[in-house]
RNA sequence: UGGGGGAUAGUUCAACGGUAGAACUGCGGACUCUGACUCCGUCAAUCUAGGUUCGAAUCCUAGUCCCCCAGCCA
């Protein structure tokens, strides 16, 4: 029986979501190397999480649930330049709205200041680090290039009792910011920069959120990450490449300093997706700029900005499940996550119908002042999320695009003479044109089939379109926001001129939206599919007099990708 | 011309010396009271050159190309 998955020829199912790290991870439990294991998302708080963090938020928390571990959340706040309570406070509430717990386990770098500050000085004391007067600028300048070896410091022989004593009066303030660092006497001939003497510790009178004036001089980030590990724990600590060579530094100081436990980094490719940029300095600027509302702008790829579009966070899980983990560099079609988020999103959604563009339209055979119910499904997949009544009544909105009055030969919705459905009532025939001075529809005018109730007809007719419609005189206003990608190029530039290749176009405000009376009834947040265009959710900028409706994702348009491909190809023809 | 990594369909990931497979995308079709969903079919890849082996994406050798590192950022 245990060659079932061979004999059904089907390999692929038994393993779903492994990954390099993952193997790691078993091998180490099956050799007995950890009996726990214990992993960290270690953020620093000087922004939004964005969708590359939830990729390693879901490794970190998903491994740790997955082989009986635990995870713990652990601020990497040792910059207090940079660092804020606001963006400690969003972190956490964006991993929780994620999907994860750590329980008792959320730390600060910053705890461990003091126990890292008593390492620094095991160091020096052993020879193994120094204090350095040399300016910034003679400290780059000494640490060579890429081929060429630095030069040693001329403070790099300073006695142990001199260095603990420099070091101390650091910590007491005695000196201003920049005046001196503590060095490790590693190898300033090391083809590996960083371990050419790197700083451990700088001077920053600054004041740090959570320890306030209490220290002058601040770890660096390699001296904090792998003993804050090594204090809580950690065995298997997953970051981004580009610290792949920073680990001969992370191995020495868990080698050199008597630390409670010996903690192993592997490093990953981080995400990146196309027509977006995930970096937190230009995500930074994108806010400061006023390029976007703010760190939460449904147009952003933070944590925030996807679920204030209505992106639920069990699309952004599975999205992450689906893109695996590896150690090359890529770049994930956005397409993908599209996908992701229309599957997870037509699930749930329930149906209402919403006319965008509105485009007035007269039953002209219908009687004036009456209205009827008719009866319509939540959800067609779904028989338990129940039914709606809607209105329909002489005068009725239908979505300006469509009606044509000339129609190109695949299109079937409304034109003079033909005859489509309206969803859930009456089949319509256009029988005249109502324009303006400029020559613009503006009014239509139909005859019903009263026969077609509910949607069709006794003689078996068929019509080749539904159209989604309100009834003008029962529907409610509303303001819809569409979005496009914030960028119009699929590999925008990096951070130093991202500003050339924004999109104009990101935001679309559409002000004359009608929506069927059930629509308002939507809460923050909560998906809903106006048929026949893509999911939306009510935004938080709502009003008792104006409903603000996000739009989270359109539905695919094969037709809408017909026309394109037909203008391409008349374009290439010539 | 230092050090560290990486190359498999268009994209992202599998295959761990034994039939190169999936998802997304593309293309074609079925179904449909959402041109949605769903379903079916289909195109499509091992960076190059040698070598080892009965057998190589996988091991060896030599190349090529791409990414990261010269913060008192993380």
Redesign the pocket.
């Known amino acids: 029986m245990a060659s079932d998955d061979k004999a059904s020829?089907n390999p692929?199912a038994a393993e779903p979501g492994?990954?390099?790290i993952r193997?790691i991870v078993k091998a180490d439990l099956d050799a007995g190397r950890v009996a726990q294991v214990v992993t960290r998302f270690?953020p620093?708080p000087n922004g939004y999480l964005h969708i590359g963090h939830a990729k390693s938020i879901c490794l970190n928390f998903g491994i740790a649930e997955e082989f009986g571990g635990r995870c713990h959340l652990r601020f990497?706040d040792?910059?207090p330049?940079?660092e804020e309570q606001e963006y400690i406070d969003a972190i956490e509430r964006d991993v929780r709205w994620l999907g994860f717990d750590w329980g008792q386990h959320l730390y600060y770098a910053s705890d461990y200041f003091e126990r890292l500050y008593g390492w620094a000085e095991d160091l020096i004391r052993k020879g193994q680090a120094y204090v350095d007067d040399?300016?910034?600028d003679e400290?780059?300048a000494n640490?060579?290039?890429?081929?060429e070896p630095g030069k040693n410091s001329p403070f790099r022989d300073r006695t142990v009792d001199e260095n603990l004593d420099l070091f101390r009066r650091m910590r007491a303030g005695e000196f201003p910011?920049?005046?001196?660092?503590l060095r490790a006497k590693a190898d300033m001939s090391s083809?590996?920069?960083?371990l050419r003497d790197?700083?451990l510790y700088?001077?920053?009178n600054a004041p740090h959120p959570r320890t306030g004036t209490t220290w002058k001089i601040?770890p660096?980030?390699?001296f904090?990450?792998g003993q804050s590990d090594a204090i809580e724990g950690i065995t298997h600590s997953i970051c981004t490449?580009?610290?792949?060579?920073?680990r001969p530094l992370y191995d020495w100081f868990i080698a050199n300093l008597d630390v409670p436990s010996t903690p192993h980094q592997y490093?990953m490719?981080r995400l990146n997706l196309t027509y977006t940029l995930l970096s937190k300095r230009v995500l930074t600027e994108l806010v400061r700029g006023g390029h976007v509302g703010g760190w939460d702008d449904p147009r952003m790829p933070t944590i925030a900005g996807l679920r204030r579009r209505g992106v639920p966070a069990e699309a952004i899980r599975d999205f992450i499940k689906?893109?695996?983990?590896?150690?090359?560099?890529?770049?994930?079609?956005a397409?993908?996550f599209e996908?992701t988020v229309?599957?997870a999103l037509?699930k749930t959604a329930l149906?209402r119908m919403a006319v965008l563009r509105p485009l007035k339209v007269v039953i002209e055979n219908y009687p004036e002042g009456q209205s009827e119910e008719l009866d319509a499904v939540n959800?067609?997949?779904d028989a338990a999320a129940g039914s709606r009544k809607i209105k329909f009544s002489r005068e009725l909105y239908i979505e300006q695009e469509d009606f044509m009055e000339v129609p190109p030969k695949?299109?079937?919705?409304l034109s003079p003479g033909t005859e489509v459905?309206l969803?859930?009532a009456y089949f319509i025939k256009c029988t005249g044109v109502v324009k303006n001075a400029a020559g613009e529809v503006t009014e239509l005018r139909c005859t019903y089939d009263p026969a077609t109730k509910?949607?069709?007809a006794p003689d078996g007719r068929k019509v080749k379109?539904?159209?989604?419609w309100v009834s003008a005189a029962h529907s409610i206003p509303a303001e819809v926001r569409i979005y496009n990608p914030l960028f119009n190029r699929p590999d925008p530039s990096g951070a130093e001129n991202f500003a050339a290749d924004l999109n104009p176009n990101s935001l679309e405000l559409l002000t004359g939206a009608r929506l069927e009376p059930a629509a308002a009834d939507a809460k923050i947040e909560t998906p809903v599919?106006f048929?026949?265009q893509g999911y939306f959710c009510l935004d938080r900028d709502t009003t008792a007099e104006k409903l603000v409706f996000n739009r989270t994702i359109g539905?695919?348009?094969?037709?809408a990708?017909?026309v394109a491909?037909d203008v391409a190809k008349e374009k290439a023809g010539g």
């Open positions: 020829g692929t492994r990954d390099f193997d270690p620093e990497d040792t910059n330049v940079k040399q300016s910034q400290i780059r640490r060579g290039t890429l081929t910011n920049g005046a001196r660092v083809g590996n920069i960083n790197p700083v700088r001077i920053l601040y660096s980030y390699d904090a990450h490449l580009e610290f792949e060579d920073h490093e490719a689906r893109i695996g983990v590896a150690k090359a560099n890529s770049v994930v079609d397409g993908m996908f229309r599957e037509n149906r959800h067609p997949d695949k299109f079937f919705r459905r969803r859930y509910g949607g069709n379109a539904t159209m989604h599919q048929e026949r539905l695919r348009d094969s037709f990708k017909d491909k």
